[in-house]
Nanobody, 124 residues
Framework: QVQLVESGGGSVQAGGSLRLSCAAIGDSFKRYDMAWFRQGPGKEREGVAA???????VYADSAKDRFTISRDNSKNTVFLRMNSLKPEDSGVYYC??????????????????WGQGTQVTVSS
């Protein structure tokens, strides 16, 4: 079991940057794939980026070249650095965790543990 607590959301103008953090409490952080998902108003939850314990990462097409996922295994924390933000990036961003098994999916149903979410609002 692992508990996840996100922070770092907020409001920013288009073109700006934010860094989200997710602290994991509980089971060994190094055993888990970590991911960021987001959900905009009236939209389904979609994967943004994921990172394995060994720091292999995958990104949604919408996040490539603008977002960077990283993790600090010594601090049990995963980060999402978001640059060149667009209004369509707005939504609630969720941190998720799943025991690593060699796959690194960006599918919400593949993750068992979720944070409470943090709001990101990008104005034009």
């Amino acid at each position: 079991q692992v508990q996840l607590v996100e922070s770092g959301g907020g409001s920013v103008q288009a073109g700006g940057s934010l860094r989200l953090s997710c602290a994991a409490i509980g089971d060994s952080f190094k055993r888990y794939d970590m991911a960021w998902f987001r959900q905009g108003p009236g939209k389904e939850r979609e994967g943004v980026a994921a990172i394995s314990p060994g720091r292999f990462s995958v990104y949604a097409d919408s996040a490539k070249d603008r977002f960077t996922i990283s993790r600090d295994n010594s601090k049990n924390t995963v980060f999402l650095r978001m640059n060149s933000l667009k209004p369509e990036d707005s939504g609630v961003y969720y941190c998720a965790a799943e025991r690593a098994d060699g796959d690194l999916p960006l599918v919400a149903t593949e993750y068992s543990f979720w944070g409470q979410g943090t709001q990101v609002t990008v104005s034009s």
